[in-house]
């Protein structure tokens, strides 16, 4: 009996639990039942193949937009206390600008969101957007910003997220200009959200940016 030490890699698809297979059952054994890291490894490898070339681009084609679906990546919208404590740091500023609490309280997402859930977007008509919308836009950062609509002047939009401790005014930067979002800029509309999943792309793009400086590495 041959030694299994001195058997090549490929060798063992000839042997049970391989034996009599054809190549298709012996690829479909190798990666739904066998436990090891090989296949771990494909399952991942096809899994991304299928969600970048296949899922995405169908719902983008469902959903009417190039980004239907982003994960959140930084803290900016998040609501550090409940709707009501929210609106006592941060009231006043919106008050401002037009915004009363009762109307705040009936934009899409009012409560926000976190680092790490994911957003479901749509395509939409620039001309149909209203103050309260949060947008998908792309800037001059490598991932896009997902802020909420603040003001609306002559097609112009101006975004900020909702987080008072972190972005208390619109951005105004090299890299973006929050008083000035155009309509060529806008990837989509937000309107669902899916606590936590975001976290699955940013573990990932950590890991790989942990080797070097690439353009999706992650800005916080």
């Known amino acids: 009996m041959p030694d ?9 698809f000839s042997k049970p639990p391989y034996e009599g297979k054809t190549q298709l059952q012996k690829f479909w054994h190798f990666l739904w039942k ?18 970048k070339y296949m899922l995405y681009p169908v719902l983008g084609l469902i959903l009417g937009t190039s980004y239907p679906i982003v994960a959140v990546v930084s803290g900016s919208m ?6 009501d404590e929210y609106w006592q740091n941060t009231g006043t500023y919106y008050e ?5 609490k009762e109307e705040f309280r009936e934009f899409p997402l009012h409560n926000g969101f976190n680092k790490g859930d994911l957003i479901i977007l749509r395509g939409t008509d620039a001309a149909k957007l209203d103050v309260g919308d949060v947008l998908v836009y792309q800037a001059g950062r490598p991932d896009p910003i997902i802020h909420r609509v603040i003001e609306k002047k002559d097609g112009i939009f101006v975004t900020k997220g909702d987080n008072y401790l972190t972005n208390p005014h619109p951005i105004q930067d090299s ?6 979002i155009r309509p060529e ?6 309107f669902i959200r899916v606590p936590v999943l975001g976290y699955v792309k940013i573990i990932a793009v950590k890991a790989v940016c942990l ?3 690439y353009r999706f590495c992650i800005v916080e």
Not at 34 to 51: G, K, P, R
Not at 78 to 83: G, K, L
Not at 175 to 180: A, G, R, S, V, W
């Open 96 to 100: 401002n600008i037009g915004i009363t």
């Open 211 to 213: 080797f070097g400086e």
């Open 34 to 51: 066998e436990d090891s890291v090989e296949s771990w490894i494909l399952n991942l490898l096809l899994a991304f193949v299928v969600i």
């Open 175 to 180: 890299t973006m200009d929050e008083y000035n």
């Open 4 to 12: 299994p030490k001195n058997m090549g890699y490929f060798d063992r």
């Open 185 to 190: 800029q806008i990837r989509g509309k937000a």
């Open 78 to 83: 998040h609501h550090p206390a409940s709707f």
